[in-house]
């Protein structure tokens, strides 16, 4: 018997939100999201991935975020393919819409945590 843990698979049609301890870094090209718990750090290179993932946790699926979205429906494909990494790297998570969200854990650029600008320079290099 296998004891290996898998990633839940992404499912658009349900919802998701930014993981709790993940804060998000607006730069020139997207964001910088680092997340406090496993400490990845990810570029997300794209303003309108940006927005999306800001506003997935008021929608009740991605397929919904994504139509009330600017992004036209041609490159959906697409973002469903970076949510789905951003999901397989803990920096989104489901969203049970039985349970309610617990947001007494601040998330955004007001957080506290580490400088991430040297580390942004060791991994553009």
Do not use: C
Request: proline share 11%.
């Amino acid at each position: 018997m296998s004891t290996e843990l898998t990633a839940p698979t992404f499912d658009p049609a349900k919802p998701y939100r930014l993981h709790p301890k993940v804060a998000l870094r607006p730069e020139p090209f997207g964001a910088l999201a680092y997340h406090y718990g496993n400490r990845k750090l990810n570029f997300m290179r794209s303003p309108l991935l940006v927005e999306l993932v800001r506003e997935l946790g008021s929608h009740t699926s991605v397929d919904d975020a994504l139509a009330a979205s600017s992004i036209d429906a041609k490159r959906w494909p697409a973002f469903r393919q970076a949510l789905a990494q951003l999901q397989a790297g803990d920096f989104l998570q489901p969203v049970d819409l039985d349970q309610p969200i617990d947001a007494s854990q601040p998330v955004g650029p007001g957080r506290p945590g580490p400088d991430l600008s040297n580390d942004a320079q060791e991994r553009a290099g």
